[in-house]
């Protein structure tokens, strides 16, 4: 009985022992598998870690290319701004030389006005004078027609509302009245067809202005041309000249 007892017991501590040894093995073997699933995980973070190093050095990579061309940007800004200053400096200077040139040129013409002024009034004064010269050169001629040289005055009429010719015309003639005559006289250095013509409408403008009709009308010349005479008979206009020249 008690032999058999213990061959039971044994039985027992042996069927426990496989079992607890069973057991064991199970454990190992889902320990194991677990292990191998968090090597699996631990691989994929580290793979993961991986990849993201290299994105984070691709974008390490891209800052500093930025970051070179951003200097470089401003490197070109700032040679950019040095140039703009310096055109900006010349611009300037130009600016001051074109208003000292702009003030230089307003004097001159200032002075280019008055010094016309003189020169026109020198050239009328001339002009008199050479008439005056040319009337006394020729006074026996005139003096036969009935004119006095030292009395023949120069009429001179502002057509300011084109009445008688274009409006704004400054009208001249001289002019010698004696008793109930009245003479219209043209004094040149040069008397030539177009002279002619444009002293016989004179005459008629200045019949029209003065309203009376002139007795003679006579052109004093140094020289004439010998169209200038030959137009000067056909309107009736007496020529009085020191050479007709041949053209």
Known sequence: MLE??????????????EAVEESRREDVAKLGDALSRAVGVLEEMVREVKRHGDVLEEHSRLLEEHSRLLKEHSRLLEEHSRMLEEI??????????????????HELSRRMDRLEVQVGSLGRRMGLDLERAVLNVYRDLLEERGVEP??????????????????GARLEIDVYVHDDKVYFIEVKSLAEHEDVDWFNEKCEIFTRIL?????RRIIVAVN????????????????????????
């Open 88 to 105: 900006t400096r010349r611009l300037d200077a130009q600016t001051r030389l074109l208003m000292e040139h702009s003030a230089l040129l």
């Open 211 to 215: 309203g009376r009709k002139p007795s």
């Open 224 to 247: 004439a041309t010998k169209d200038a005479a030959k137009r000067a008979e056909e309107l009736g206009i007496d020529l009085i000249a020191g050479r007709v020249l041949e053209e």
């Open 4 to 17: 058999e007892y213990g061959k039971l017991l044994g039985e027992i501590r042996r069927a426990v022992k």
């Open 150 to 167: 030292g009395k023949v005055e120069e009429l001179v009429y502002e057509d300011s509302e084109g009445r008688y010719y274009t409006k």
